[in-house]
């Protein structure tokens, strides 16, 4: 069975820090790229990070640059989001997606829109709260 899996959500304090993880299993996570996407009550699913295949790309909306990084372990079949001085707008659902390799101009590189990912992970909840 191919399916991603998130983990590490939970409660965190405003100014806070989580490290969200992406395990894969049925399949190996270095043929893609992926990428962490959020759902608040409410309103769209949004990109929030991304990492090439390689590694050797990464993508920040820019609400959490400076903040969220994103890494990868392809030894592990896992990608992680360490995310640091949480905001209570951080609070959301956290996806993560497996999108196949493209290339532009010769080099991979990842993407943040939702639309044609290969696999998706269930969601790891991240309240952020005082």
């Known amino acids: 069975q191919l399916q991603l899996v998130e983990s590490g959500g939970g409660l965190v304090q405003p100014g806070g820090s989580l490290r969200l993880s992406c395990a894969a299993s049925?399949?190996?996570?270095?043929?893609?790229?992926i990428a962490w996407f959020r759902q608040a009550p409410g309103k769209e699913r949004e990109g929030v990070s991304c990492i090439s295949n390689s590694g050797g790309i990464t993508n920040y909306a820019d609400s959490v640059k400076g903040r969220f990084t994103i890494s990868r372990d392809n030894a592990k079949n896992t990608v992680y989001l360490q995310m640091n001085s949480l905001k209570p707008e951080d609070t959301a659902v956290y996806y993560c997606?497996?999108?196949?390799?493209?290339?532009?101009?010769?080099?991979?590189?990842?993407?943040?829109?939702?639309?044609?990912?290969?696999?998706w992970g269930k969601g790891t909840l991240v309240t952020v709260s005082s």
């Open positions: 049925g399949f190996t996570l270095d043929y893609y790229a």
């Open positions: 997606a497996a999108d196949s390799p493209r290339k532009y101009s010769g080099s991979y590189y990842c993407r943040l829109e939702k639309n044609g990912m290969d696999y």
